[in-house]
Nanobody, 124 residues
């Protein structure tokens, strides 16, 4: 059974940092492109960042470039999202997602497996 479990969310002041982590089980992690998405109240789920299963290729939403960094450790079956210079508009539930092979894409329906999400709240 595939499981993606996010951790690291919480409350942080504007300008602060958080590091999210997603632990995968039940899959051969090295075959999965991983992505982070987020969903704020009343808004659609949006792409944050993705990392290809191999090759170190990453993709970011424009508004996250330079502030967020995605990284993966195939030996530990984890993918992290380092978030710096957080703003109140970054407040959302952040989800980890897995896509078998393929490129990191921004479309949520490109990912087969999803975690339950972790809440990130940025206060002003």
């Amino acid at each position: 059974q595939v499981q993606l479990i996010e951790s690291g969310g919480g409350l942080v002041q504007a300008g602060g940092s958080l590091r999210l982590s997603c632990a995968a089980s039940g899959v051969f992690f090295g075959h999965y492109t991983m992505g982070w998405f987020r969903q704020a109240p009343g808004k659609e789920r949006e792409f944050v960042a993705g990392t290809r299963y191999v090759g170190g290729i990453t993709k970011y939403a424009d508004s996250m470039k330079g502030r967020f960094t995605i990284s993966r450790d195939n030996a530990k079956n984890t993918v992290d999202l380092q978030m710096n210079s957080l703003m109140p508009e970054d407040t959302a539930v952040y989800y980890c997602a897995a896509r078998y092979l393929g490129e990191p894409v921004a479309m949520s329906d490109g990912y087969r497996y999803w975690g339950q999400g972790t809440q990130v709240t940025v206060s002003s």
